[in-house]
């Protein structure tokens, strides 16, 4: 890939199947490198060969729902830089009518089991603030008297918490057809709540879980509760009478942070993706997320407390979840996979191997994926006997010959403990055989993984000339809770064994150069990419990005420090602990560092503040280490995944720019 390359990325989000069981609606996006916006519309995709159908052409179209009977779908509508809004169109197509004029935008539309509501979350605004046009100086102040109050990608989240609402569906046979007609009311379900992270229809449409954070606790804990939302309409018996029931209950010490819910087709179970974070609420250090069944009883409140059906030590789900034929299958992370699993009385692998499963959808029978392979950013995939595969997203991408296969690579840390990775290599058509440049990159998290899946990121670096050596040292996800709580108390130990073992490995290929390694890597990544820099000076150049840099100003500048870093490394205010966190620092070391740096963060970054990023800058420069610092104005943590198109496209530049400084390819 080169950066422009960045607009034939097409990803697929989360599909809906038809009732009938004969196609799927999905959204295809793309960033759109000179609208500067990711833009995208809904395709039905057969299931008989018949191809791809484009369904709308909006300019930024996403999450669709399927009616019951199989005639509309509900879906979001973005204009040009403006909010997304929830429309209906019918599945075969026409023009869609909007259902909500929501102030700061709807999401997650969901229709009822009798298809005439429609279920979606929005932020709803104080009084006076985010007014569109207004001048947010001219507002009052913000008092701030509890730990969580911004969040990143989001800011300042406490004066604009997300409620469900419900909107009816037009009656007529094309809803909302006549031109002009006014937009039906919506209403709040959920006024009270501080806010909510996702919601879901009971079977009889009664009632819709919701998951939200209500108990006392909730400003120092990762607790969340999954809460049944009394949906009957005026007029309906018992209608508006029915307080909110709690079907997990961390006031009464249930132990889970609930993510998603899905209730059963027979309305007798709830599937439950949640992490149990302990008897603190705050365990959180490699805990796996798990999938739980609590059975319902005939007025669908909890009969009994949840099951986990999934291993604590060995399975980390994504957030995958539906159910076919009566049993769950969900994504579980596999050794830079994700495996699409049947959990029965035997568990049942539908899709496996190297394949990264992003999402899943059932309905008629039939079982759809998005799956990412090393050549496809994503495509869909009928699941059955031969897995078919639906749609071919990528091939743009792959027309252009700028698309490298990584080869799977396994090391070996100095304590014996197996390390696994991939190495990929530039065109020898174009750079020979070597020995290439090589640079180490470093993924975030750290319970995260790099996958098998196409990587913007790899491809790039390998149409420039480099080698590139990634992979999952110990500290990582998708290994078991014990790879991923290694490093616990001890960033940059077993880790940076891994890390080093494995580009060693790597560079016994006489295709690699061994003298000439760059590293780089983002968040934890960045953090790993510094402590590199004050271990060793191996290496001829470095970037920094997003860093986790300073434990101690960490903790209240970040939307999640007050607790990630107390957890993870320690408290230095605890017996011994200021030289626990400062043996993990890499701030506390940074006289050591001689490696030229580039640091890369976000303006608005609240995940790894910008402070981090500035504060290395300035010590690096002060000690007349060669450093530069490039800032992204607007942007948060998630720019190398989700920021504006062309600063992803700048951002690629620039590093294309430094390495070619620091790490230059040799000419042939």
């Not at 026409?94 to 929005?122: K, M, Q």
């Not at 959990?343 to 992003?358: I, K, Q, R, S, Y």
Request: one cysteine or more.
């Amino acid at each position: 890939m080169i950066p422009d390359d960045l607009a034939l990325l097409r990803v697929p989000g989360s599909p809906a199947v038809l009732p009938d069981g004969s196609a799927a609606i999905v959204s295809v996006t793309r960033p759109d490198l000179e609208a500067d916006e990711y833009v995208g519309q809904l395709w039905r995709v057969g299931f008989d060969g018949s191809g791809s159908t484009r369904l709308t052409r909006g300019h930024r179209d996403a999450e669709p729902d399927v009616s019951p009977d199989g005639r509309w779908v509900v879906f979001t509508r973005a204009e040009a830089k403006g909010r997304p809004q929830v429309h209906v169109v019918a599945t075969t197509g026409g023009e869609p009518v909007r259902l909500t004029d929501a102030p700061l935008g709807a999401s997650t539309p969901r229709l009822s089991p009798d298809g005439t509501r429609v279920l979606f979350l929005a932020r709803v605004p104080e009084e006076g603030r985010y007014v569109p046009g207004g001048d947010p100086a001219a507002e009052a102040p913000r008092h701030i008297t509890e730990l969580r109050y911004r969040s990143d990608g989001v800011g300042f989240d406490r004066d604009r918490p997300r409620h469900v609402l419900v909107v009816e569906v037009p009656a007529d046979d094309e809803p909302g057809a006549e031109p002009g007609a006014s937009l039906p009311d919506a209403v709040d379900l959920t006024p009270d709540a501080q806010d909510v992270t996702s919601a879901r229809w009971t079977t009889d449409g009664a009632g819709i879980v919701v998951t939200t954070a209500r108990h006392a606790q909730r400003e120092t804990d990762l607790r969340r509760d999954a809460v049944l939302v009394d949906a009957r309409r005026t007029g309906e018996e018992g209608a508006g009478q029915a307080a909110p029931v709690a079907l997990t209950d961390a006031d009464a010490g249930s132990t889970l942070g609930v993510d998603a819910t899905l209730p059963s087709a027979d309305g007798r179970t709830l599937w439950i993706l949640a992490t149990d974070v302990g008897p603190t609420g705050r365990d959180f250090v490699a805990a796996q997320t798990g999938l739980y069944v609590l059975d319902l009883d005939d007025d669908g409140h909890a009969a009994g407390t949840p099951r986990r059906l999934t291993d604590p030590e060995a399975d980390q789900l994504t957030g995958v979840l539906v159910e076919l034929d009566g049993d769950p299958v969900v994504g579980i992370e596999r050794r830079g996979a994700v495996h699409l699993v049947r959990v029965a009385d035997e568990p049942t692998t539908l899709v496996g191997g190297t394949d990264v499963v992003t999402s899943a959808a059932a309905g008629g029978g039939r079982l759809v994926a998005g799956v990412a392979r090393p050549g496809s950013s994503g495509d869909l995939v009928l699941v059955g006997d031969e897995n078919r595969t639906l749609t071919d997203l990528s091939a743009p991408l792959r027309a252009t010959g700028r698309v490298r296969e990584p080869r799977e690579l396994t090391a070996q840390a100095p304590d014996g403990y197996p390390v696994h990775g991939w190495v990929v290599t530039p065109d020898p058509q174009r750079y020979g055989d070597g020995p290439h440049p090589t640079i180490l990159m470093i993924h975030g998290g750290p319970f995260a993984q790099y996958t098998h899946a196409l990587f913007d990121e790899v491809q790039v670096l390998a149409e420039a000339g480099y080698a590139v050596v990634y992979g999952n040292p110990r500290g990582s996800s998708g290994y078991g809770r014990a790879h991923g709580a290694a490093i616990h108390r001890g960033f940059g130990t077993v880790d940076t064994d891994d890390l080093l073992a494995l580009l060693d490995a790597a560079l016994q290929d006489p295709a690699l150069d061994a003298q000439r390694v760059g590293v780089m890597g983002g968040s934890y990544g960045g953090y790993m990419t510094a402590w590199l820099t004050t271990r060793t000076d191996r290496f001829v150049g470095a970037i920094v990005e997003r860093g986790f840099l300073d434990p101690v100003s960490f903790v209240g500048s970040s939307d999640i420090g007050w607790f990630f870093g107390l957890d993870y490394v320690g408290d230095a205010a605890d017996e011994g602990g200021a030289a626990l966190v400062a043996a993990q620092s890499p701030m506390a070391h940074v006289e050591r560092v001689s490696t030229p740096t580039l640091v890369i963060h976000s303006e608005q970054d609240w995940r790894c503040p910008v402070e981090q990023g500035q504060r290395w800058f300035v010590e690096l420069r002060r000690r007349g280490v060669p450093a530069e610092l490039l800032l992204f104005p607007g942007e948060g943590h998630e720019l190398t995944r989700s920021g504006r198109p062309r600063h992803r496209q700048q951002r690629f530049e620039h590093v294309l720019r430094w390495w070619a400084t620091h790490l230059p390819v040799p000419r042939r």
